[in-house]
């Protein structure tokens, strides 16, 4: 079960492996942007984790969105939105992922981000997001994840 933190370079590689074009360019309403197998990420991000969380989330576009989904008042773009971010969020995270940072030690956000070298944020929405999908707690092998009323984890013998 070993989850590999996806760094920027290593997303990179990925990128290129799916045929992607990745560059850093200026962009003004957003951290990254896709059209067609080319993506932008842009350049002013501070840090190499954030162009990590950006870069994850173009690549889940590429792999579930279809057309122009730039006018989010439309519904069908907002749930193909949501579906790439998902996406974005098993990329660098993953049920997996919340359970190496369990067994690593780590016990609040703070850690968890770091060990998964995600932005914190990144992980909220992510831990946000899997409870709106699997609810108050979810087994994955001999674990169970539970998200409400805090996010636990729990090896059952």
């Not at 045929?19 to 059209?35: A, C, F």
């Not at 579930?64 to 519904?75: E, H, K, N, R």
């Not at 060990?115 to 087994?139: K, P």
């Amino acid at each position: 079960m070993g989850v590999i933190c996806l760094t920027y370079e290593r997303l990179l590689i990925e990128a290129e492996k799916k045929k992607l074009k990745v560059l850093e360019k200026p962009l003004w309403h957003s951290d990254g942007r896709i059209l067609g197998d080319r993506i932008a990420i842009r350049n002013t991000i501070d840090t190499t984790k954030e162009k990590a969380c950006a870069l994850a989330e173009e690549i889940g576009h590429h792999d579930t969105t279809v057309g122009d989904i730039l006018d989010q008042t439309i519904s069908w773009n907002r749930k193909q939105e949501r579906q790439a971010r998902i996406e974005a969020y098993n990329i660098m995270i993953g049920l997996t992922g919340i359970i190496q940072a369990f067994e690593h030690g780590c016990r609040n956000k703070y850690e968890m981000a770091e060990y998964l070298d995600v932005t914190e944020s990144f992980l909220t929405e992510a831990l946000e997001i899997y409870e709106q999908i699997y609810g108050c707690r979810t087994m994955i092998g001999s674990y169970l994840i539970q998200f409400i009323p805090n996010l636990g984890v729990a090896k059952l013998i």
